[in-house]
């Protein structure tokens, strides 16, 4: 288990040195091939989404004092009650997968991160586990030709040539064998029984989780990367071990060799790569990792939710792949089962921004000096890539400074495609932009450099 987590951001994370690399030849390789993708589109979704509140929180009162805020229209026992019936007049009748895929592909997303499961226990699958789910009666939502909405995205987004990432919560608080009723009332997210005088309860649980996980992994096609939320329940917290190995071993070897799984901020070999939550870390990292965050401010709908422009999440990204990780962005479906008008635009914006230096982002890997002022850098083999980032109005100086220990040959503007003059004196080049033209609202330049 991890020994030390990094205090940053809303959440710690995995600190580096602690990374475990995987001992199979496959899911290094397969790490590889995710380092290269860069940027995943998140999504946070389920019944509870009708409320506009946090998902699932508001359900746990140990974090009651930020969890519940919104839930201010009753009693908090009734409003949590009312929660979690949502499901029974979810019916998202614009739900359009095919668009949702159609849209991530043109925006330059290379995965789907989806929350087949958070906490609440509501699966967005088919499951033959409960009847808390998308596709049960219950859920006006049942009829629907694309009723398994796990199974419906999988599909397009793999027909647009994305990857899937399979978002799974551990605690699951509607499992009777987590949150058990025979032991009154939860007082915080964890399970509510003592595990070591009922472990026949908690091997039922055991065995509930694994048949989710096998339930995802197994059928619904190839699955890239089984990420798996709710880092509390771990050996060392209460006893509450789900033997992950044995269900992450059992699916590698029968069908999917190449899984890689991030047990978020557990550490260990079932920790593939490491996930900071809305927020990125102040140095470049050589471990993999991947920073998941909100085109809004919040992970889950709500109603008056405010999104971060185009401009914002170049930037962004820039940080981010400068430093080797991967992005991972949250957007959330609205209720009906369209995506926020605001935020989409947003994610066209970053998406014309990639189809004209996309080269510098995907698979690139970390280049000295990283990062400095108004710049950022990547590489590829013999080509080094520097990002210049505009504030409000793309304005370039007539200089921009750049470090490279390798002798420059050539240097091409991305964006028009034209040499660049320059001069190299040691370790320092010196760029000489007077003669470019300027072109739209760009957030940042991008310039690549071919090296000796």
């Not at 602690?18 to 199979?24: A, G, L, T, V």
């Not at 509140?53 to 009651?64: F, I």
Request: hydrophobic share 35%.
């Amino acid at each position: 288990m991890a020994k030390t987590l990094i205090v940053n951001g809303i959440h710690n994370y995995t600190a580096p040195e602690e990374y475990i690399p995987p001992r199979s030849e496959a899911v290094r390789e397969h790490l590889e091939w995710f380092t290269d993708q860069k940027l995943g589109l998140m999504m946070h979704w389920a019944p509870g989404c009708q409320l506009g509140t946090y998902e699932s929180w508001p359900l746990c009162d140990g974090d009651a004092s930020w969890s519940q805020e919104d839930m201010t229209w009753d009693d908090i026992e009734t409003c949590k009650q009312q929660y979690r019936d949502a499901n029974k007049t979810f019916n998202p009748v614009k739900f359009d997968p095919a668009g949702w895929a159609r849209l991530a592909a043109e925006c330059g997303f290379r995965y789907l991160l989806f929350t087949t499961k958070h906490h609440d226990g509501f699966c967005m699958y088919d499951t033959e586990t409960t009847d808390y789910k998308i596709t049960a009666e219950s859920c006006p939502f049942h009829t629907h030709k694309d009723a398994d909405i796990v199974g419906a995205l999988f599909r397009e987004f793999r027909r647009q040539g994305l990857g899937i990432s399979v978002y799974f919560s551990k605690p699951d608080w509607n499992s009777e064998y987590y949150w058990a009723p025979q032991f009154g009332p939860a007082t915080d997210r964890n399970v509510n029984y003592d595990i070591a005088e009922n472990p026949e309860l908690w091997e039922k649980y055991v065995q509930f989780t694994h048949r989710q996980i096998r339930e995802l992994c197994t059928g619904y096609g190839k699955v890239d990367v089984l990420w798996l939320d709710g880092g509390w329940v771990r050996p060392d917290n209460l006893g509450q071990d789900i033997r992950l190995g044995e269900i992450v071993e059992e699916i590698r070897s029968s069908s999917q060799p190449h899984l890689i799984v991030s047990d978020r901020t557990c550490g260990g070999e079932y920790e593939n790569f490491i996930t900071p939550e809305k927020t990125v870390p102040e140095t470049a990292l050589s471990v993999p990792w991947e920073t998941c965050t909100t085109v809004g401010k919040k992970f889950s709908f709500h109603y008056t939710d405010t999104f971060k422009s185009g401009h914002q999440l170049v930037l962004l990204l820039l940080d981010v792949v400068s430093k080797g990780g991967n992005l991972a962005l949250n957007i959330a479906p609205q209720p009906d089962g369209q995506l926020p008008a605001p935020a989409v635009r947003s994610l066209q914006d970053m998406g014309a921004w990639l189809k004209i230096c996309g080269d510098g982002i995907y698979g690139t890997r970390i280049c000295a000096p990283y990062f400095g002022e108004d710049l950022f850098y990547t590489q590829k083999k013999d080509k080094i890539y520097v990002f210049y980032a505009y504030g409000d109005t793309p304005s370039l100086p007539e200089q921009i400074s750049l470090l490279s220990e390798r002798p420059v040959k050539a240097v091409t503007c991305m964006r028009t495609g034209t040499p660049v003059h320059f001069r190299q004196d040691g370790n320092t080049v010196t760029l000489f932009t007077e003669n470019l033209p300027m072109g739209g609202a760009f957030y940042a330049e991008g310039f690549c450099a071919v090296t000796e």
